[in-house]
């Protein structure tokens, strides 16, 4: 168990690493008027990460803790948009067309309302 939480921590540090270099050299090339940088990482992230399931799924024969380390460690620290985009199509192939509806609407919609209810909170202390 311990090997494997070692495992996660270095491929989230690498996701993280990663993630940094890729937003910042698409910043220092697209400039700062659009995050352009987050965009690419989770854009990149979700090619990514559908490429490695159907790879793990269909080619590569790989441990259900290797797919850990590599989709939770390595691509949750990239982006975490991915694992998002990931279940949500899940529900989407699964003709599950109101819990993807309603995962996407609620996410982001909720995820707008936290955040501005975060910043007030954060304002006030």
Do not use: D
């Amino acid at each position: 168990m311990f090997q494997k939480i070692v495992l996660l921590a270095m491929a989230g540090a690498l996701g993280t690493v990663s993630r940094y270099g890729l937003a910042g050299l698409v910043h220092k090339v697209m400039g700062a008027s659009f995050p352009w940088g987050t965009m690419v990482v989770n854009l990149t992230g979700c090619f990514a990460a559908g490429f490695l399931w159907a790879i793990f799924s269909h080619r590569w024969v790989v441990s259900g803790e290797t797919r850990i380390i590599v989709l939770v460690g390595f691509m949750g620290a990239f982006t975490t948009f991915s694992a998002f985009i990931l279940e949500t199509g899940e529900l989407a192939r699964s003709a599950e067309w109101l819990q993807a509806v309603t995962n996407i609407a609620v996410q982001n919609i909720a995820g707008l309302v936290v955040l501005f209810l975060g910043m007030a909170l954060g304002r006030l202390l």
